[in-house]
């Protein structure tokens, strides 16, 4: 929650983040203003999926690379204590991937994965270029290309020389996408891959891009849904004094 007061430059600031991430979406049009104090209206036509779409507005993809001893490593000096599972998704619609444990085939509790999450990640999405682009490749199946800062370039390129035939996990909202092998030095680009259509890649690139909103957003507003869709969007605000 912002603990402030609006102006016209952060207002403006927000707008801007809201535009670059609405144009993601796949609408024929978009249009991105700003109504003083702390009201923002996105007007996008032709969307197909308004629920995904205004989610989308308000989230911020949370990348992470993470070193995960428990999933051993190539030679097989290191015990593996953890593996990876596949399991339906909450829709039933298709499925994602999990940690699981060797020995029971249980999925990790949430405690194991909170205690992953609590410690400093390899890398995230605040290490990355705003390059990143959704690729098809040979075969139909979708990724997502990424590029790093040059400082990140330089500590991930002295991490994997250091962790050659390490696995790594790569979690995107804390749900696991890939757990690849480090097979040699990276040198500041690379592909994220693993559940993902052409359409999630696509808005997966557009998040990361995009980066983080000053202030997060709250939905007022949608209009009955239908070919033209408009939804009208307001930062979560709390002014000194006002309880808001």
């Known amino acids: 929650m912002y603990h402030g007061k609006w102006t016209?430059?952060?207002?403006?600031?927000?707008?801007?983040?809201?535009?670059?991430?609405a144009h993601t979406?796949?609408?024929?049009?978009v249009t991105v203003t700003s109504r003083k104090p702390d009201q923002i209206v996105v007007e996008a036509f032709g969307i197909q999926n308004p629920e995904q779409a205004a989610k989308q507005l308000q989230t911020t993809a949370s990348l992470?690379?993470?070193?995960?001893?428990?999933?051993?490593?190539?030679?097989?000096?290191?015990r593996t204590i953890w593996c990876v599972s596949s399991v339906p998704t909450a829709d039933g619609k298709g499925k994602e991937r999990i940690l699981a444990d060797v020995a029971t085939r249980t999925p990790v509790t949430p405690a194991e994965l909170e205690q992953v999450f609590s410690q400093p990640p390899i890398l995230s999405n605040r290490d990355l270029l705003p390059k990143c682009q959704a690729l098809v490749?040979?075969?139909?199946?979708?990724?997502?290309?990424?590029?790093?800062?040059?400082?990140?370039?330089?500590?991930?390129?002295?991490?994997?020389r250091h962790h050659i035939g390490e696995r790594l996990a790569v979690f995107l909202d804390k749900k696991l996408?890939?757990?690849?092998?480090?097979?040699?030095?990276?040198?500041?680009?690379?592909?994220?891959?693993?559940?993902?259509?052409?359409?999630?890649?696509?808005?997966?690139?557009?998040?990361?891009?995009?980066?983080?909103?000053?202030?997060?957003?709250?939905?007022?507003?949608r209009p009955p849904l239908g070919p033209e869709s408009r939804s009208l969007a307001r930062p979560t605000v709390s002014y000194p004094g006002n309880g808001r």
């Open 8 to 21: 016209s430059a952060l207002l403006e600031q927000e707008r801007k983040v809201v535009e670059m991430r």
């Open 25 to 29: 979406l796949g609408a024929r049009s």
């Open 64 to 78: 992470r690379f993470y070193w995960l001893p428990q999933l051993g490593n190539e030679n097989g000096s290191r």
């Open 137 to 160: 490749l040979p075969g139909g199946y979708p990724v997502v290309q990424f590029e790093l800062n040059n400082e990140s370039a330089e500590t991930f390129k002295t991490f994997t």
């Open 177 to 221: 996408l890939t757990t690849p092998s480090v097979n040699g030095v990276i040198k500041g680009k690379g592909m994220i891959e693993g559940n993902l259509t052409r359409e999630s890649a696509q808005a997966i690139a557009g998040q990361l891009n995009c980066g983080a909103l000053p202030v997060p957003l709250t939905l007022l507003q």
